[in-house]
């Protein structure tokens, strides 16, 4: 066992654990690596006995026996834009409070690389995390067929997902904007394979219906400060006084285009992103943009991942499989009146505050 002076005589197993309580060295496995299989007073007798014993898990022996490595991973398509830093937050803390090591992969906006980490992956986590995910839903359904899942703003039949509701926020964002007198504006989209972006084009038209404005969808685009140059210019071209971007760093990208330009924020032009990352209120003017939940969507997430582990197998009801967190409109000087407004209301806005 041990010497007094704590250095271990000989490696202790779950059989030395089970011998010095009485049961089963298959009791033993099940309270330490299936606790919902034992009772609570049983779990409780064993982890006492472990710890007086001095048992160390053996990580590799205990994924060879229960099929589990106690790890999790979070794929992101991204590593480097900021949004993901308080996902990765979030995921990497719930999964270290409950005991499970935490694998993340940048899957560099490629499709090919996201299909291949998937089926890399498998075998070697126990569950995934998939944010942003640029892969069609078959691809991601075929996926959760070798590995459990649970999708961050996407929703698949058939897989767990949490979404934050940008798409509402946009429509605060255009509501917003009409209550300034802006009457023709852009949505500066993001990738092609954006889930995200499609649902958000979709809202911002049935809700420029709705205000009897005209929407014009330009895109798509990395979503990459990089890209804010080209994104501008076509805002430019297209002649609106306002812009809907798909993130906050394509929106700081064309705050330096414009300028360039010498159209002025928001004298000439209005400007809103999405996520309110990081230095989104350092830039100039400081950006006006959608607050975003998303430390919190990631400890969510972890945690309907790992409610469905502990349940698999087991007759007890299922975890929850859908989770939508809100968002809201955070108003900073990049927003302003459209050039010439009055400030007169238009039949449009009197008609939404009715």
Same mark, same amino acid.
């Given at each position: 066992m041990r010497h007094r002076d704590g250095e271990s005589q000989a490696t202790v197993t779950i059989s030395d654990v089970a011998r010095s309580i009485g049961v089963a060295t298959s009791t033993v496995s099940r309270a330490l690596t299936k606790p919902g299989r034992v009772s609570e007073a049983m779990r409780q007798r064993v982890l006492t006995a472990a710890n007086e014993l001095g048992y160390q898990p053996n990580p590799h022996a205990r994924s060879l026996t229960s099929g589990r490595t106690q790890s999790i991973a979070l794929v992101v398509p991204d590593v480097t834009n900021p949004y993901?830093?308080?996902?990765?937050?979030?995921?990497?803390?719930q999964a270290k409070a409950r005991g499970?090591?935490?694998v993340l992969v940048d899957t560099e906006e490629s499709t090919e690389m996201e299909a291949a980490t998937l089926t890399e992956l498998s075998p070697?986590?126990?569950?995934?995390?998939?944010?942003?995910?640029r892969l069609p839903d078959s691809a991601l359904l075929g996926a959760s067929e070798r590995v459990p899942l649970v999708v961050v703003n996407r929703e698949i039949p058939g897989v767990p997902s949490v979404?934050?509701?940008?798409?509402?926020?946009m429509v605060q964002a255009l509501?917003?904007?009409?209550?300034?007198g802006h009457r023709s504006v852009a949505y500066l989209a993001g990738p092609a394979t954006s889930w995200s972006s499609r649902k958000r084009w979709r809202a911002i038209q049935q809700a420029a219906r709705r205000l009897g404005i005209t929407?014009?969808?330009?895109?798509?685009? %990395?979503?990459?400060? $990089?890209a804010g140059a080209a994104a501008a210019d076509a805002a430019i071209h297209h002649g609106v006084t306002a812009c809907l971007f798909f993130n906050d760093l394509l929106a700081i990208g064309s705050l330096q285009r414009?300028?360039?330009r010498g159209v002025r924020v928001p004298e000439d032009m209005s400007v809103v992103g999405c996520d309110d990352i990081f230095g989104a209120d350092f830039c100039h003017p400081p950006l006006t943009t959608l607050t975003a939940p998303i430390e919190h969507a990631g400890r969510v997430a972890t945690d309907m991942l790992l409610a469905g582990l502990q349940t698999a197998g087991i007759d007890v009801p299922a975890p929850r499989q859908r989770e939508k967190l809100p968002t809201h409109l955070t108003?900073?000087? %990049?927003?302003?009146? $459209?050039?010439?407004?009055?400030?007169?209301?238009t039949n449009s806005t009197q008609g939404n505050q009715a």
């Open positions: 993901f830093f308080d996902l990765i937050r979030g995921t990497q803390a499970y090591r935490h070697s986590v126990d569950g995934i995390v998939v944010a942003a995910s979404v934050i509701d940008t798409p509402m926020g509501d917003h904007l009409v209550s300034f929407a014009h969808s330009i895109g798509p685009f %990395s979503p990459t400060r $990089a414009f300028a360039e108003i900073r000087r %990049s927003t302003g009146p $459209a050039p010439g407004w009055t400030g007169l209301s």
